[in-house]
């Protein structure tokens, strides 16, 4: 199988990076296989599952963290996903979003169709690079579980949008899929930070 | 003599102030720059500047999860890249206002615009947005407002359509 070699387990490392997770950590994946790592996490109201608009997540976290700024705003998503809206860390960037956290589990690979080589394969694109181009604060490079425990405990004490790339093996665990109605999803989301639904 | 004082963008900026929006997710275009200006100015308001326009859809998407509500100024060019991430607005009915400024049709000099401009209006309604659309000055802000209460009021789709006409052809050679 081709992608990243020693990477992080992506479930594991998505319990780790929610493991003391606070009620007002609103988290928002990718399409994809971290929509699927944010379910088998534990579901939560809070969650905002994408089962589709490719390219969206980041922006998505950015209405959201402008809209609830004493809140913090976890967008976790793939690099595919990441790639298709690399434009959407420029638009951060400039931004500057002291509530919002753009976290990309990275494996090299587009998982859900096949394994292909993504543009971060074997060295190729450097998203850290290009998150540290577009103006972020703070770019972590995360490749053990000591990185993956600093950047979980960083997620309860944002100062600045911050970036972190998250190695991850290329594997393919079973499934785990979350609520797929948008509507239901938007309702409860909005409930649950108090809203009218 | 000396032309009309153009009053529909400052007409449009107060149509926005009293929906309440406080999210202005943008690409630039010349027949927006004073609403962008006065956007841009107003402290109770999040300009954001966007490098596509599809990422406003999202942003928008993003402010209403949040409580906030958001408007999406492009011009007609801009529709064709949001056409996937609209389905985003359509799956999970998420309020999403549009105010685009035509290019295209009227006194258009550049034939690259022709293309996109002439198919805005069929392809925003197969994706489900309520199409207004303002000719004369005096019919912007109420066609504005009609558009404010359909995407606030049911969590729907609109565009607010300025014409070519309405904003006036580009000069081109000065």
Sequence with gaps: ?197 | MNAPAIDWPDKLYKTLKRAGVRQVGYVPDAGHARLIDRCRADPDIEDVVLTTEEEGVALAAGAWLGGQRAVLLMQSSGVGNCINMLSLARTCRFPLLMMITMRGEWEEFNPWQQPMGSIVDPVLKLCDAEIYRAVKPDEVEGLAERAVQHVFGDERIAALLLSQELIGKKVWVK
């Design chain 1, 1 to 197: 199988m081709s992608g990243h070699a020693n990477g992080l387990e992506r479930r594991a490392a998505m319990a780790t990076l929610l493991a003391d997770r606070k009620d007002d950590l609103l988290v928002v994946p990718g399409l994809g296989s971290t929509t699927w790592d944010l379910a088998a996490a534990g579901d939560n109201d809070r969650n905002f599952y994408l089962w589709g608009a490719m390219g969206g997540a980041a922006m998505i976290g950015l209405g959201l963290a402008l809209a609830q700024p004493d809140k913090r705003v976890a967008v976790i998503t793939g690099d595919g996903e990441m790639l298709m809206g690399m434009g959407s860390l420029a638009t951060i960037g400039i931004k500057q979003p002291a509530n919002l956290a753009v976290i990309v589990f990275d494996n090299g690979v587009y998982g859900e169709t096949g394994m292909q080589p993504s543009h971060t394969h074997q060295g190729g694109v450097d998203l850290l690079g290009v998150a540290r181009g577009c103006g972020f604060t703070d770019c972590l490079d995360v490749a053990d579980e000591a990185g993956l425990a600093a950047l979980a405990a960083r997620l309860s004490s944002l100062n600045g949008p911050l970036f972190a790339r998250v190695l991850i093996e290329a594997s393919d665990p079973p499934r785990v899929l979350p609520e797929r109605d948008g509507t239901v999803l938007k309702n409860r989301f909005r409930a649950a930070i108090g809203l009218k639904a």
